[in-house]
């Protein structure tokens, strides 16, 4: 391990400003940093609406007050637990076992979100003499311990951080096509199965969304 002048020398909080910000590989790091957050941020948006969705079915517009309760629990984990719970309060087993799968991937990615959350700066520095730029963990980690070295090992490029956005896109995804779901009371439909069938498309969640079909009078009816 180098010693502290030279990791000094080249790690960086978010707010230094100086000319090594202006190197593209530093660039490309805070705009990949910047897209994985804000996905992550509308994936609990998208969960927002599920958990109003369930909760007051008969409108779409959702009080103040549900908002304020549902974001008054600060843990991320708190808030897809609530949701389970009020899921799981609501419907049959049939149904619920497309929510699990969402529910077992976002609480799988609650971790990686808590670390990422609690990054402090970046580190620009050759290796393979390529310049490199990596976000940072705090040097002495509250919990875990981490040095300098260990969090360097964590590997947070700009590689590594649009590949968390692709992930989380692709999980907000499934949780608004659950909430067609949700909307769709009748789980025989043939409407509920096409949407049914999308929450378990791993590659491309973006697929389109079948229409909603709407009911077509029959002669005798015209």
Same mark, same amino acid.
């Given at each position: 391990?180098? $010693?502290?002048?030279?990791? $000094?020398?080249?790690?960086? =909080? ?7 910000? =202006?190197? /593209? +590989?530093?660039? +490309? ?7 994985? !957050? ?20 008969? =409108? ?11 974001? !008054?629990?600060? !843990? ?7 949701? $389970? #719970? ?36 970046? *580190?620009? *520095? /050759? ?10 963990? /705090? ?7 981490? =040095? ?13 951080? $649009? ?20 909307? +769709? ?10 949407? #049914? ?9 973006? *697929? ?11 002669? !005798?009816?015209?």
């Amino acid at each position: 391990m180098k $010693n502290k002048k030279d990791i $000094n020398d080249r790690t960086f =909080t978010f707010a230094h400003s100086g000319l090594r910000d =202006t190197h /593209p +590989e530093v660039i +490309e790091l805070m705009i990949a940093f910047a897209e994985a !957050s804000w996905t992550w941020t509308h994936t609990e948006s998208c969960l927002f609406r599920l958990f109003a969705h369930v909760v007051e079915p008969k =409108t779409n517009l959702h009080t103040k007050a549900l908002r304020a309760a549902f974001f !008054s629990v600060i !843990s991320p984990l708190g808030r897809l637990d609530m949701i $389970n #719970a009020v899921i799981a309060a609501n419907f049959d087993k049939e149904f619920i076992k497309h929510w699990n799968k969402i529910y077992l991937e976002y609480r799988a990615q609650i971790a990686t979100r808590g670390r990422l959350a609690h990054l402090c700066g970046f *580190s620009y *520095s /050759p290796k393979n003499g390529k310049p490199r730029a990596i976000l940072m963990e /705090p040097r002495v980690h509250p919990r875990a311990k981490h =040095t300098h070295g260990e969090a360097n090992a964590v590997e947070y490029t700009a590689s590594y951080l $649009n590949r968390l956005t692709h992930k989380w896109g692709k999980l907000a995804a499934k949780v608004s096509i659950f909430i067609l779901l949700v909307d +769709e009371t009748d789980m025989l439909s043939e409407y509920a199965q096409q949407v #049914a069938s999308l929450l378990v498309m791993e590659d491309d969640p973006s *697929s389109p969304i079948p229409p909603k079909p709407t009911h077509q009078p029959t002669a !005798s009816q015209a």
